[in-house]
Each structure stands twice: as C-alpha cells, then as structure tokens.
C-alpha cells in the first residue's frame, strides 16, 4: 500500500518547486545601457530569479530523492511481483527519472544564464554594449518538466507499492532437496 503521508509529503515539495520556477520566470534580469561620460555600459536589475531557480531545482531534487528511497530505488529489496503494475513501475521509473533530468537541466541552466552579467565596456564608441539576459520561457520549461516530475514520479511509487505488495510465491517444490547423510 502506497503511503498517504509520503504521497503527500511530495506533491507539497513539488509544488513548492513549481511555484519558484514561475517565480523565477516572472523575475528573469533584464538590462538597460547605461551612459557615463565616456562609455557605455550595462545595468542589471534584481538577481533573485536565480536564487528562486536554484531554490525550484533543490525542492525538485528533494522530491526525487524521497520517492527514491522510498522505493529503494526500484533496484534495491527484493523483487516486485510479475504483472501489469511491475511493467508500469518499470515505464514510469524510467520516465521520471527523464522528465527530472530535463527539469534540472532546464532550472540549472536558466540559474546560471540568469546570473551571467556581461562586465565590458565601450569607450568611445556609438556601438552599445550587448546586454545578454535570459531567454523567455527556461524557467517556464523546467516549470513545466516539475509539473510532469511530479505527476510521474506519484503514479510510479503507487505502481511500485502495487508491485511490491503481497508475497512472492516460489512455486511449490520447485528444486532438489537435500536429504540427511546415512
């Protein structure tokens, strides 16, 4: 039986993570050219998107790990049993993990890119300073990829708990036995 608490415990961290990536998205730097008496330069708005990515990609993580340890990892503990919801654990254990790898790379990405200023300046030039910010939609992409992390990673440990209740039967007598020595 798969459990309430842990199910809960997770879409909560989830949503904690999905709530700072749109954060994130809304509060991307921007940049405007500034003018000294001699040069050109950039100017920088507020960093906290970058924070609010990384905070997104830990509470993500977070997440990931305590679905993993709770089911060991599916690779770890005894075997689940055979049918239908072994194959599913097996699908969505294998999707989870991909829609996660793209939501962290797609938060680690942005929090980096976010954080890069462009330091230069032109002296003496009608040419403006390329003021490089972030794309639109990175941190709405891993925004995205936590809503279907979450999604999968929940259907894959109720699965996995299917899977995993009940015993394994041996099959009866299914070898030699081994007498006492006379």
Known sequence: MASSLLLVIVLMLDLVAFGLAVAAEQRRASAKIGKDANSNFCVYDSDIATGMGV?????L???QLLIMFASRCMC???ALRPGSSRA???VLFITCWATFLVAEICLLAGSVRNAYHTKYRTYLSNNPPSCETL???IFGAGAAFIVFTGIVSELYYVSYSKANDGLLSNGGDAG???GTYN
């Open 55 to 59: 905070g997104s990609l830990l509470f």
């Open 61 to 63: 993580l977070a997440s």
């Open 76 to 78: 770890c503990g005894r």
């Open 88 to 90: 599913c654990a097996i």
């Open 135 to 137: 794309r639109k939609g």
């Open 176 to 178: 030699i036995r081994m």
